[in-house]
């Protein structure tokens, strides 16, 4: 099985990637920083509806602090949602942070609540970290999902991306009749392809939701990554491909149960297709992207060398001996995986 050799350390964003961020208007100036958001004056554990501990924590503010740092974060939720109108901002305000101490990033969960309807959403405030911010763009670019996200200097705002936690829906929906066991397996190898074809490492169930769609006749599946910390980190070439994952056994399970390899070999042909359609119809951003990618330092050597030898093996071909980084690693992959052959 797969495993997570240590934590991974954040990478700073370089002035060739700040500039294609303001290019492609992932830059906007906010008036809230993720330092700003480390000075709370308290903080208690966050507890689900069935008293568990969520390894969340509620912070809470001086109320000086607390009013300044509220309206600044409702005025960013008006950025990620309606590009700023401040028409919307009387009608929200701020019932909750949350802090999570565990994992690479710390976030800081924002939850907005429209005074009219008691409606609310999430979003997140964390440090800006360059693989998160490759891993976000290749997720708009190259996936069926479209991720809203900005950065200023050091923070990181991204939206809440809803569906059902990839390990809730393992432990509590999968055994449920009305779950159709082929669409559920289906979509995890098409899932499975495109983390591997991307290079976006550590999809563990608890990385990924489940978004469920009510069809006519029965339910789609839609699964999501929402870690991408681990965009082409790793060494080993197993940690880029979900069906690895202990964690993820059951689904594994249901898809060899359920498929034969000739099925399986054509859902991962579909998925290509799609793949590269997309990467046809975006080519000049996601080679601005690539450039960024390949002039970055976003692993270690020893890292680079093991992967590079690694997908040398499995191809049994020598291109990837000359890759110098992991952008140019991610490059030669995407290439490979994309072939019509």
Same mark, same amino acid.
């Given at each position: ?46 507890? +689900? ?17 607390? !009013?300044?740092?509220? +309206? ?33 990033? %710390? ?72 779950? %159709?066991?082929? !669409? ?7 899932? %499975? ?8 490492? +550590?999809?563990?169930?608890? %990385? ?6 009510? +069809? ?20 080993? !070439? ?39 359609? !997309? ?63």
């Amino acid at each position: 099985m797969t495993s997570i050799s240590k934590k991974k350390p954040c990478f700073s964003i370089n002035n060739q990637l700040r500039n294609y961020l303001k290019q492609y208007d992932r830059e906007s100036d906010l008036p809230v920083a993720y330092q700003d958001m480390l000075r709370y004056s308290g903080a208690f554990p966050l507890i +689900d509806k069935k008293g568990n501990d969520t390894l969340w924590e509620s912070v809470v503010y001086d109320e000086y602090m607390r !009013r300044e740092l509220h +309206d600044g974060l409702t005025m960013i939720y008006s950025i990620l949602k309606s590009d700023g109108d401040l028409a919307v901002l009387k009608h929200l305000y701020v019932s909750r942070i949350d802090y999570c101490t565990f994992g690479n990033s %710390n976030p800081f969960r924002v939850r907005i609540v429209n005074r009219f309807n008691d409606n609310y959403d999430y979003f997140y405030v964390k440090t800006a970290d360059a693989s998160r911010v490759y891993g976000l763009e290749l997720e708009h670019i190259l996936s069926p999902n479209r991720i809203s996200y900005f950065v200023n200097k050091d923070t990181l705002i991204e939206e809440h991306i809803p569906g059902i936690p990839g390990n809730d829906f393992i432990d509590k929906y999968m055994n449920r009749k009305e779950v %159709n066991k082929v !669409r559920i397996a289906k979509e995890f190898v098409k899932f %499975n392809e495109r983390c591997f074809v991307r290079l976006l490492g +550590d999809m563990r169930s608890y %990385n990924y939701v489940i978004d469920i769609t009510p +069809d006519f006749e029965d339910e789609q599946y839609r699964i999501r990554p929402i870690d991408f910390d681990q965009q082409s980190y790793e060494g080993k !070439r197993t940690m880029y491909l979900p069906q690895f994952f202990k964690e993820n056994n059951k689904v594994v399970e249901y898809c060899l149960a359920l498929m034969t390899p000739e099925t399986f070999k054509q859902y991962q042909k579909e998925e290509r297709t799609i793949i590269s359609h !997309r990467y046809k119809s975006a080519k000049i951003r996601i080679n601005d992207l690539l450039s960024c990618m390949k002039k970055d330092k976003i692993s270690t050597n020893e890292k680079i060398m093991q992967l590079k030898n690694e997908l040398g093996e499995y191809y049994a071909n020598k291109d990837f001996e000359d890759c110098q980084n992991m952008g140019e690693i991610v490059q030669k992959q995407i290439e490979y995986c994309l072939r019509k052959d």
